[in-house]
Each structure stands twice: as C-alpha cells, then as structure tokens.
C-alpha cells in the first residue's frame, strides 16, 4: 500500500537527516531557535546610519545599553536586546504615529521554490532590526517560516490551541469568536458543540526575534481548503482571513504573508487580505513564465471576486517582482536587465543576489542576519550589502505607498 511505503521511506528520510545534522553539530528542527548575533561598533553605527566614532563616543555615557565581554574583558559588542535598546536611547526608532495604515504585504507566487519564505525572513529580519513591529503570517502548511522562529509562549487564554486555520474555518456571520467546532468523540465519532473561540490575537506569539511576532503555519490549513469550499454559493470565502487580519494587525507597523506555492483559497484570502504584494521571481525563463501564469490566473479570477456584488475590491497600493536569486552574469543577468528595461517600475530596482550564505545559514535553521561570524568575511559582506539595500527600497516603498509619510515624519 502507498501509505506504509511512504512510512517507511519517511522514516528512512527521517534517520538520515537526523544523522546529517548530528555529525555537522547542526541544530535539530526542534531545539529552539536563538538570535545569537552580537553587534560590534560597527555593526551598530552601519543599522543606525551613524559613523562608529559616535558610537563609541556615546557608548561612554552612564545609561548607553550594557555591552557584553569576553572572558578576557575585551569589548565583542550588544547582543540583539541591546542592540534595539541602542537604538531607543539614541532617539533613532521610526516614529509612524502619522501613518494612514499598517502595510499588510503579501509575498506570493504559485511557482514553488521562487524564494518567498527566505524574501518574507528577510523582509522581516531587515524592518525588525530598523525599529519596525513586524508580524509574520504563515499561509503555508510546509511551515517554513515558523520553522526560522521558535515562538515563546503558549497562550493560556486559548487552552485548546485554535489556530490560524480553525479561525478561517470558523463562521465568520458568527463574528468569527463564537462558533459551532466538530470534536471527535474517544469512540471516533463526530460531535458538535458550541465554543467560544478567544479573541483571534492569541494565535500571534512572540518570537526570539524581539520586533517579530509570528502567526503559525497550522495543519489545518490543509483542511481550509476542503471546508471553506463546503461554505455553500453565497459565502464570501475569499474575505476570512481579511477580517482576521483586521483583528490582529495592531500594533504592528507591517504585517508579511508567506504564501504556499500554490493558487488556492488559502492564497486567495492572502491576497485579499494585503495592501501591497511582492512576487518573488528567480531569473529563469521557466521561473517567469510561472509567475507570468501566476499573474495572469489572479487577473482571470479576481476580475468576479472583486466586482462581486457584496465585495470590496483588494485595497492595492503596490504590486512589485523582485527578482531573486539572481547573478551578476550570463543569460539569466541579461535576462534580468530586459525584463527590467521592459518591465520598468513593476520591477524592484534591487534585485536578492544569489548567494552560498543561503545555503549554509539555512542548513543551521539561522538567517544571514543572524550570522555574527561567517567565515569568508567578503563573501558575507557581498550577501547582507545587498540585503540590506532591498530592505531599504521596501522600507521606502512602505513610507511613499502604504504609510504615506515623508521621510522628516518618519
Ligand atoms: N538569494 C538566494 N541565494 C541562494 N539560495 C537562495 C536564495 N534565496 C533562497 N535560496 C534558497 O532557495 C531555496 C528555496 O527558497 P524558499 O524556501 O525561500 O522558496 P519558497 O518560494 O518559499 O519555496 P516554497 O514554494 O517551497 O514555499 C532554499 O533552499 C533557499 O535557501
Ligand atoms: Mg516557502
């Protein structure tokens, strides 16, 4: 049967794994995850725009934020806590008391592998280490971003652990909070009773990432699909996750979405949801003829979802292609001047290059930034260079777009 051999292959999977990680000394999947990385002078002075002679000058003062020693009492710099602590004592946390809203940013593609979650990790990590409360929102049952975060607490106010899916699930006619839930019986049978389901901002944890919370991928989203699809003809199912969305989306100042690669009710409730969106294309002509499809499905169908009668259209203010993974040289570098020079501004001038620091942050379940030392230093400083300045076009696209505020509000 295709089920046992599927268990035995797992598990088989499974023991390799496991005795890969254990004889590089990598971190298991479950062990938590720590944001480890310490901030030198300069690191400090390169976040915060200032030269490392201000810092060092300012470090001397009374209250400026506890460094950390080594065992010998050399100076190594602030840990991440610091760091941002740093950033409140010097004045320098962005002020969006002006802001018309918060940016709710879907990162989406059907094509699979295009780079969303790391383009969502890194979104994140880049606004969080500039003062920004972020949230991320797992839409994808792989779990891969909630894999990046260990969440700190379990709410006591939700003992039965609803998730994100038994909130899309929920009847939202019903307000979403009190609803009918089926529970399966010792005896494997079916019942049905009422629940008051808490207020749907106990499913955002805290993470290790201090300016990041997260709302966890939940098995259940599977289940979305099947159930939401049972809602009968005049259930507007592709507006439940906006009005949690609504419900939770302060006191962040942005919210990322990580979709699955895939078209479905789950993404299409994601889009529905954001105020802005990021398509993350390799530079591959099979990548962007995917992303052409992908674009091209959205224009076909939500032409009925957003002039349906009872709908609000999705409230845009930006879509961009970032191209990811991308490379200095041959056809796929040609390739992206073009679609660039074609494309013009629907194509973020910056573009995530491809880089080995992936691939070996990611083996560690860590982050480029979270890296504190990688070992071919030129190699790291080519990858966090280019890093940091597509957090800045999103950063500014944020500021001129969504929030709507001058750089002298900010
Ligand atoms: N800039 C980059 N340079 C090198 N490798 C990268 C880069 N960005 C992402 N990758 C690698 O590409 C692979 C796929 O990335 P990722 O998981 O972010 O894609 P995804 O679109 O979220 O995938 P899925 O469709 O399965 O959700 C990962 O192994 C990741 O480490
Ligand atoms: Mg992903």
């Known amino acids: 049967m295709l089920y046992d051999v599927c268990e035995d292959y797992a598990e088989a999977l499974k023991a390799f794994l496991d005795s890969v990680r254990n004889q590089a000394q990598l971190r298991q999947p479950d062990q938590p995850r720590e944001m480890k990385r310490i901030f030198t002078v300069q690191n400090v002075a390169d976040q915060l725009g200032v030269s490392g002679s201000y810092i060092t000058r300012r470090s001397k003062e009374k209250d400026f934020p506890t460094p950390l020693f080594d065992d010998s009492g050399r100076r190594l710099g602030w840990d991440y806590p610091a ?5 409140k004592y010097l004045k320098r946390c962005p002020d969006l008391s002006k802001a ?78 009190k609803t009918q839930i089926d529970e399966v019986d010792e005896n494997g049978k079916v019942q ?31 289940l979305v699909e099947i159930g939401l699809a049972r809602k009968g003809d005049n259930f507007l199912f592709w507006e439940v996750l906006k009005q949690i969305v609504d419900f939770v989306k302060q006191p962040y100042d942005v919210v990322l979405l990580d979709f ?12 529905f949801a954001a105020n802005c969106v990021i398509v993350p294309t390799p530079p591959e002509l099979v990548d962007l003829h995917s992303t052409y499809e992908f674009l091209d499905a959205i224009a076909q169908t939500f032409a009925y979802y957003e002039n349906h009668e009872f709908s ?18 041959g056809f796929p570098a040609e390739l992206e001047g073009g679609l660039k020079l074609m494309l013009g501004n629907r194509v973020m001038t910056n573009s995530v290059l491809g880089s080995k620091v992936f691939s070996n942050t990611t083996a560690a379940y860590t982050t480029p930034f979270e890296v504190h030392k990688y070992k071919d230093r030129q190699t790291y400083k080519r990858c966090i260079d280019n890093l940091d300045l597509v957090v800045t076009e999103f950063e500014n696209l ?10 002298d509000q900010a």
């Open 100 to 177: 018309v809203k918060t940016a709710i940013c879907a990162v989406a593609n059907f094509k699979g592998g295009s780079a969303k979650t790391s383009t969502t990790i890194i979104l994140a990590q880049g606004m969080a280490l500039r003062g920004y409360k972020v949230l991320i929102l797992d839409l994808d049952p792989q779990a891969s971003a909630s894999y990046q975060f260990t969440s700190k607490e379990k709410s006591k106010d939700n003992p039965l652990e609803f998730g994100l899916g038994d909130y899309m699930l929920a009847d939202y006619a019903d307000a979403i909070f």
């Open 312 to 329: 609000k259209p999705v409230d845009l203010d930006f879509l961009k292609i970032l191209i990811t993974k991308a490379y200095t040289e």
């Open 260 to 271: 699955p690669p895939s078209l479905n009710y789950s993404s299409i409730n994601g889009l």
């Open 398 to 407: 944020l500021k001129e777009k969504v929030w709507r505020i001058t750089d």
């Open 83 to 87: 760091f941002l602590e740093i950033r």
């Open 192 to 222: 049905l009773f009422e629940a008051d389901m808490p207020d749907p901002k106990e499913i955002t944890k805290s993470t290790q990432w201090y300016n990041i919370d997260l709302v966890e991928s939940d098995p259940m989203l599977h």
